[in-house]
């Protein structure tokens, strides 16, 4: 069971600084209001608000089943929402048909159609719309070589490689010259090392036709690099909507401390006359609370590796424990430190910082970002 | 959007509920004696032995064809798949012709090679110097061998896709930990092969318990299930012809029930998918093989050859000789240039075209229903369009003769028998599976994300289907087309209740062909009718699951 899990009674508090203030008014070219939607009894879609400006690429980030490509299947029109609206440039888009919302889709699996060639599946877009017949050559053209496939028009799509089809289904969606345009997780098949390099020239060519974009992603590091925002999805809901930076240095919840970046959890008791978390060997640490914590109220702690790091001795923010692992990682080791209250938490330091077996001192270092103390919801991990 | 897919389903699945379940619920009603609902005619029934023995002689019959399809099919299969020699492919793909045959052809093929006047019987006749033919080819020994000789095919086609999904390395780990030939044979082959031998056992004791043709030629005085019917029919017995229907239908049931839990077996053990083993190139036994191989296809084929010869003999040059004197191309000539002997021809091609079109529409939009309109109605619809396959045709045959029968629109009931549209609508009933089944296979593998692609750049429903469904179907469509349009022209199970002398179909001029000794002429047309169904079967249904056409 994932985050999330927790029972629907459980009422996380309203963590939402960084949502668009201008939610359900708003101005942006792309707007979702309040979008809910059931799958049976499955919520999958929960009151989900986001204003995407002109030219914005916004990515939607989230673990599996967390409802972002629901989100993206009910603004392509693939879904129908059971309340709220999708508005574009100010036409309420919502009971359109896909077919009459003018978006370009990239799909996963990319969907190109196996029966036609390359040069078919481009022009496809173009014959349904107002292209005059004799300028779609030219339509196709230009859309290929925008991705770089000049000249394989009459090539067949089984016989291209995956990252040619990855732009074949590109250069289909963005030939019609669409409003938007939607991609579901645009790199997942690509193998490891052509990723990263298809990711930046996706973000080069969206930036150069200047459309806006709503990309779906479950990994992080691409929804950093090719977002300008980063819309963060969890069983449905809305997380936590801003830039990298934001996401990673203040997150607005435990799930968005947790999902972003690496880092450990350590339960605790939060005391509130010294604004810090007590472990339970007696260290106190110190955090920034999210929101209003009562005292003596038990509390998640959520830690950055860089945040913490090897104290010389004890003193009242050092935590006991031992070193159980070392993984190296360039200049810098990550160290899992058991401590000695049972949980296991991560620790950035120099390579030869520790070993494996020494019984050390875990404390709050200078530099990273701040530990944050989260109230802690019965049944979430 | 899903609101209209629930309302086109709903009047889908209510039509389907017409052509499929209304007639065989009319026939039950019949059977309990409605309206006034009494169990008189089932204790009738109980009470009469000739009952009793046309159940158990469906029963005994059937079980008997399993063992005896299975002794020819499996070593044949292991033949065809596990050795290699010269003429396997060939060979191999010949001798599951009979499958795609219609049942009547193998049935007067027989006729002619092993029958009292066939060529066996002369022959042999000739050499001992005998009075007359040394053997009538009558009753259940006959209706034994001609259900062998067709439906070894089952066994032959399931046993070799097993051993061709078996994989290599299973075989070489066996052998790895030291155990012999005939060990492994038993210990893992025989077992892995086992959902498909079920499979192939089930299928084939079905078509054994619907086969029409076999035992209505070679019967005589020993009736099975399906030929009671028909004959109690004729007899006009109709409350006893509804109650053998009944008795009939739950036996098919009871077996499609035993055929499907068969069937959730072989997911679970149907999983490593591997490189089949290689074929064993012996060199010193690689003339026994093909030796054998080439034996068995000749005797399995020799019946289709002598109908071909036949169909040269003219009309009354053959009488006493061993082989026929004079060979022409007469009775095609006749075939053809005679009008009312070109007429059944004619019959059953638009019989069978019209019913494969129109099966091929609801297939078409009940498995675009079910399967993309995420209707609730998406079961029912399949259930519906597979039920004619579970039951044998005499009890499709009888169940539209008593519900189209009476003049009763307001209960869905209209006089047609008698009219040309009974047939066309009796074959289109019969083809609802198979088209069903296989425009269902192939939405399934559609990729759902292809017809949003095109909806997201701007195509039209019309032009989706069009331009995406129609061609990346066109396979399923054809492999279903090519089965049904086989099933609807060779049919006599269900012509033969139905017909009328304007729409007589091949099948019944076959039959009354013979029945005038006009023995050529009979020939002839199961050679068209064969060569059409094998012609239409090379040509687009290939890429179906051999051996899942209904039985006749």
Redesign the interface.
């Known amino acids: 069971m994932g985050p999330g899990g927790a029972g629907e009674g459980e009422v996380m508090p309203p963590l939402t600084p960084n949502l668009s203030p201008q939610a359900g008014r708003g101005s942006g070219f792309l707007r979702l209001d309040r979008l809910d939607k059931h799958f049976g009894a499955l919520h999958v879609t929960r009151d989900v608000s986001l204003d995407v400006p002109k030219s914005e690429i916004l990515a939607l980030l989230g673990p599996s089943g967390s409802g972002k490509t629901t989100v993206l299947r009910l603004v392509a029109g693939f879904e129908t929402p059971d309340s709220g609206r999708v508005v574009v440039e100010g036409e309420d888009v919502t009971r359109l048909p896909p077919e009459r919302r003018h978006f370009g889709v990239v799909f996963q699996h990319y969907a190109l159609f196996p029966h036609m060639t390359v040069g078919q599946n481009v022009a496809f877009g173009l014959e349904s719309g107002s292209v005059p017949r004799e300028e779609r050559a030219a339509r196709v053209a230009e859309a290929l070589g925008a991705v770089d496939l000049a000249g394989f028009e009459s090539r067949r799509v089984t016989e291209i490689s995956g990252g040619q089809q990855q732009r074949v289904a590109l250069a289909r969606a963005l030939a019609p010259r669409p409003r938007v345009l939607l991609l579901d997780e645009p790199l997942s098949n690509l193998d490891p090392t052509l990723r990263g390099r298809t990711r930046r020239e996706l973000k080069r060519l969206i930036r150069s036709i200047g459309i806006t974009t709503l990309f779906v992603t479950h990994e992080q590091e691409e929804a950093f690099e090719l977002g300008d925002r980063v819309a963060l999805m969890n069983a449905g809901r809305l997380e936590q909507v801003g830039s990298a930076r934001e996401l990673y240095e203040s997150p607005a919840s435990r799930f968005a401390a947790a999902f972003i970046g690496r880092s450990s959890v350590v339960p605790a008791h939060w005391e509130k006359a010294i604004g810090r978390a007590r472990l339970p060997g007696g260290a106190a640490w110190p955090a920034a609370p999210a929101g209003d914590l009562v005292d003596g109220s038990p509390v998640d702690v959520v830690v950055r590796p860089e945040s913490l790091g090897f104290a010389t001795a004890r003193n009242g923010t050092a935590a006991e424990g031992r070193v159980v692992e070392r993984r190296f990682a360039g200049r810098e080791t990550y160290f899992a430190v058991l401590l000695d209250a049972g949980v296991e938490v991560e620790v950035l330091a120099a390579p030869d910082a520790a070993q494996v077996g020494w019984n050390v001192f875990v404390a709050p270092a200078h530099g990273g970002p701040s530990p944050r103390a989260y109230p802690r919801i019965a049944g979430v991990e | 959007?899903?609101r209209r897919a629930n309302l086109a389903a709903a009047l889908l699945a209510l039509l389907l509920l017409w052509l499929v379940g209304w007639p065989l619920l009319v026939t039950l009603a019949e059977a309990l004696g409605a309206p006034r609902w009494t169990l008189s005619h089932f204790s009738e029934f109980a009470r009469r032995p000739e009952e009793w023995r046309a159940l158990w002689a469906s029963l005994w019959i059937s079980l008997a064809t399993v063992g005896l399809s299975a002794a020819i099919g499996v070593p044949l299969a292991f033949l065809f798949e596990r050795t290699e020699f010269p003429g396997r492919r060939v060979l191999g793909a010949l001798v599951a012709l009979p499958v795609v045959l219609p049942p009547l052809v193998g049935v007067i093929a027989f006729l002619f090679l092993y029958g009292e006047s066939g060529f066996v019987a002369r022959s042999l006749q000739a050499l001992l110097r005998l009075e007359e033919s040394p053997w009538r080819l009558s009753g259940p020994t006959a209706v034994l061998l001609v259900h062998a000789y067709s439906m070894y095919v089952y066994f032959y086609l399931f046993t070799r896709a097993g051993l061709a999904r078996l994989d290599a390395s299973v075989l070489e780990a066996a052998a790895s930990l030291g155990a012999s030939r005939g060990r492994i044979l038993r210990r893992v082959t025989v077992p892995l092969l086992r959902p498909a031998l079920t499979g192939a056992a089930l299928l084939t004791f079905m078509t054994s318990l619907a086969s029409f043709s076999a035992p209505y030629v070679f019967g005589g005085g020993f009736r099975v299930m399906t030929t009671q019917i028909v004959a109690s029919k004729l007899n006009g017995d109709l409350a006893m012809a509804m109650v053998e229907t009944v008795t009939l239908a739950a036996v098919a049931l009871v077996g499609l029930a035993l055929l499907q839990a068969s069937e959730r077996g072989r997911i679970v053990t149907g999983g490593g998918r591997g490189i089949p083993p290689a074929r064993r190139r012996l060199e010193s036994s690689r003339w026994v093989a093909a030796a054998l191989g080439w034996l068995l296809a000749a005797i399995l084929l020799l019946p289709h050859a002598t109908l071909v010869l036949v169909s040269f003999v003219p009309r009354g040059t053959w009488t006493t000789e061993i082989l026929p004197p004079v060979l022409t191309l007469s009775n095609y000539a006749s075939l053809f240039s005679e009008p009312e002997r070109l007429r059944p021809l004619v019959n059953s091609l638009w019989m069978a075209a019209v019913a494969t079109f129109a099966a091929l529409a609801l297939g078409f939009a009940a498995a675009r229903l079910a399967v993309r309109g995420r209707t609730r109605l998406g079961g029912v619809l399949e259930t519906l369009l597979t039920i004619p396959w579970a039951l044998p045709g005499t009890v499709f045959a009888v169940a539209l003769s008593t519900a189209f029968s009476v003049h009763a629109p307001w209960i869905g009931r209209f006089v047609l028998v008698g009219t040309a549209a009974i047939l066309p609508l009796a074959y289109l009933v019969r083809n609802l599976p198979l088209t069903g089944r296989s425009i269902f296979a192939g939405f399934r593998q559609l990729?759902p994300?292809?017809d949003?692609?095109?909806?997201?750049?701007?195509?039209?429903?019309w032009?989706r289907f069009r331009?995406?469904d129609l061609?990346?179907l066109a396979p399923a469509l054809a492999a279903g087309a090519s089965l049904a349009f086989i099933t609807a022209l060779g049919d006599f199970v269900v012509s033969i209740v139905l017909y009328t002398f304007e729409t007589r179909p091949i099948s019944i001029e076959i039959l009354s062909s013979l029945r005038l000794n006009e023995i050529g002429v009979a020939a002839a047309y199961g050679v068209v009718l064969a060569a059409l169904s094998a012609a239409v079967f090379f040509a687009w249904g290939r890429r179906s699951e051999g051996g899942l056409r209904p039985p006749g």
């Open positions: 959007m899903t990729d994300a292809l949003e692609a095109a909806a997201s750049l701007g195509a039209s429903r032009r331009r995406v061609p990346l």
